[in-house]
């Protein structure tokens, strides 16, 4: 996984929330870029900016595909943050 020094604390991160055991590893390598992006200094909300920010290693039209097409239980990921917000 081309990860960046700082993505192994948001891979920690998503390991607290239990994510890393209910996601595939794409999902996840996926989400850590987003997550690097949004919280990048200068980042406005577009998917160029998410691939651009983040050093995503694949074309941003992936990106476009992982926000359209992934099957999202939006419940699930809500509950979990929850908990881990609650705890």
Request: charged share 15%; aromatic share 12%; hydrophobic share 40%.
């Amino acid at each position: 996984m081309n990860r960046l020094a700082h993505h192994q604390g948001i891979h920690k991160f998503f390991f607290t929330l239990g994510l890393t055991l209910q996601l595939s590893k794409s999902v996840i390598k996926h989400l850590i870029h987003i997550v690097d992006a949004l919280t990048t200094k200068g980042f406005s909300g577009t998917l160029t900016d998410i691939h651009y920010w983040s050093f995503h290693p694949n074309h941003r039209t992936t990106l476009r595909h992982f926000f359209t097409k992934s099957p999202w239980n939006e419940e699930r990921l809500l509950g979990k943050l929850q908990e881990w917000i609650l705890s």
